[in-house]
């Protein structure tokens, strides 16, 4: 079965921190992607990459950074967490067959920044 | 990317079929109708996409209108399970990249 794997579920962080999520996929998936998931304003893109050590930016880049070094690790960096930063983080990946952007997407990692 | 409206939320008795709508009036002739689902606490799943024609696989039905200005999304026995939030998203398709906007979608609320 394919599988998405965020590092860590729940993390609890204070204001200033530097935060990495990461997210490990097993599928030889070209794309990945983070999303932030906020009540009311459903799911929102942050960064996508389509390759190695490619990335573009989401719809809500600000105060976030990428790396993709492997194929299989996409990783999530906030320099300097703050409270509006509390979200849940989605992590996936996909795969193109068919006409079709086919995700698969990992539990999620919530962040709590205090 | 077209815009798509879904009810904010439907209910359903287990067994019955749920049949949830979805407009998207002003899709282009390259853009797929994709549904996904989150359930509670989890990452969205996907379901199934079509682009003129019905579709089938395990999980679901999606039938597209003629003109393919809405949809429906079909689940035939709905179960408690499938208590989720169901969203709607037409996308061209992409090699690189592949990018979902994710809307509100659709509780939906399988009861007993």
């Known amino acids: 079965d394919v599988k998405v794997t965020q590092s860590s579920r729940y993390l609890v962080k204070r204001t200033g921190e530097k935060v990495f999520l990461e997210c490990v996929q097993d599928m030889d998936h070209e794309n990945m992607f983070w999303y932030r998931q906020d009540p009311g304003l459903g799911l929102r893109l942050i960064y996508f990459s389509y390759d190695v050590k490619m990335k573009e930016k989401g719809d809500i880049p600000e105060g976030y950074s990428v790396s993709r070094e492997k194929k299989e690790r996409f990783s999530l960096i906030l320099e300097s967490a703050s409270t509006n930063q509390t979200s849940m983080y989605l992590c996936?990946?996909?795969?193109?067959?068919?006409?079709?952007?086919?995700?698969?997407f990992g539990a999620g990692s919530r962040l709590t920044v205090l | 990317d077209a815009k798509t409206t879904q009810p904010p939320s439907m209910d359903c008795a287990e067994g019955r079929a749920a049949n949830l709508p979805c407009n998207h009036s002003t899709i282009s002739g390259n853009e797929y109708v994709y549904w996904y689902r989150q359930i509670h606490s989890q990452g969205p799943q996907y379901i199934i996409h079509g682009l003129k024609n019905n579709e089938t696989n395990e999980m679901a039905s999606l039938i597209i209108t003629e003109d393919r200005k809405s949809s429906t999304l079909i689940l035939p026995h709905a179960t408690l399970r499938d208590t989720a939030v169901y969203y709607c998203?037409?996308?061209?398709?992409?090699?690189?990249?592949?990018?979902?906007?994710f809307g509100q979608g659709t509780e939906l609320s399988v009861k007993p």
């Open positions: 998203i037409v996308r061209v398709f992409y090699n690189q990249g592949g990018k979902l906007i």
């Open positions: 996936a990946s996909s795969f193109s067959v068919a006409g079709a952007n086919v995700l698969t």
